[in-house]
Structure formats: structure tokens, C-alpha cells
């Protein structure tokens, strides 16, 4: 089982930045792949960026050049740098974790944290 515990969001104008935290309790962090997504009401859950134990990383193209997602192994925490934003990044952001065996995928999620970006 895997807890899954994000912060960092918050009220920031346009063109400002924020940082996302995910921690994670439990065992093998750095086995899972991490991603962040973000959802705005009345539309679906969106990826915004992933990055896979081995550290290779991927991201949405509305994000691209702006957003960088890390991980801290030792720290059980994946993080999501975001620059320059925008009014249309405002959501909620969902930390999730996925480690995959044969015949089985474990799939965790967090509560999720406010960003909002005013105009």
C-alpha cells in the first residue's frame, strides 16, 4: 500500500511560479512510475507529466519548456516545477503512482492540490 500526499498549490498570477510536491509512504518508491495530472470540472482527468523509475520523463505538450517533473528517490517524493503559468494551468493536480508486475498493476492516487492562476 501506498500513500500518496501532495502540497504546494496555491493562488499565483499569471507568469508566476509554483512547486508540487508528491510524498509517498511505503516501500520501492523508485520502482513506481510517477505522474502528475490535472483536472478541471466538467472535464477528464488530464496527464500534465510522468517520469519512470529509470527517470526518463514525458510531458504534455501544453507544458512543454515550462514544467519539470523530478524525483528524490531517497526523499520517497516526486516534484512538479511549474513556470511561466498560465490561466488555463489552473486545476487540480493529482499525484499518481503506478508499478506494474506480471498479470498485475498497482495504481495509487492522491488527494489532490488547488492551483489556480489568475489573469
Known amino acids: 500500500q501506498v500513500q500518496l500526499v501532495e502540497s504546494g498549490g496555491g493562488l499565483v498570477q499569471a507568469g508566476g511560479s509554483l512547486r508540487l510536491s508528491c510524498a509517498a509512504s511505503?516501500?520501492?518508491?523508485?520502482?513506481?512510475?510517477m505522474s502528475w495530472y490535472r483536472q478541471v470540472p466538467g472535464k477528464q482527468r488530464e496527464l500534465v507529466a510522468l517520469?519512470?523509475?529509470?527517470?526518463?520523463?514525458n510531458y504534455a505538450d501544453s507544458v512543454k519548456g515550462r514544467f519539470t517533473i523530478s524525483r528524490d528517490n531517497a526523499k520517497n517524493t516526486v516534484y512538479l516545477q511549474m513556470n511561466s503559468l498560465k490561466p488555463e494551468d489552473t486545476g487540480v493536480y493529482y499525484c499518481n503512482a503506478v508499478r506494474s508486475i506480471p498479470g498485475f498493476s498497482y495504481d495509487y492516487w492522491g488527494q489532490g492540490t488547488q492551483v489556480t492562476v489568475s489573469s
Open positions: 517520469i519512470t523509475s529509470g527517470g526518463s520523463t
Open positions: 511505503g516501500s520501492i518508491f523508485s520502482s513506481y512510475r
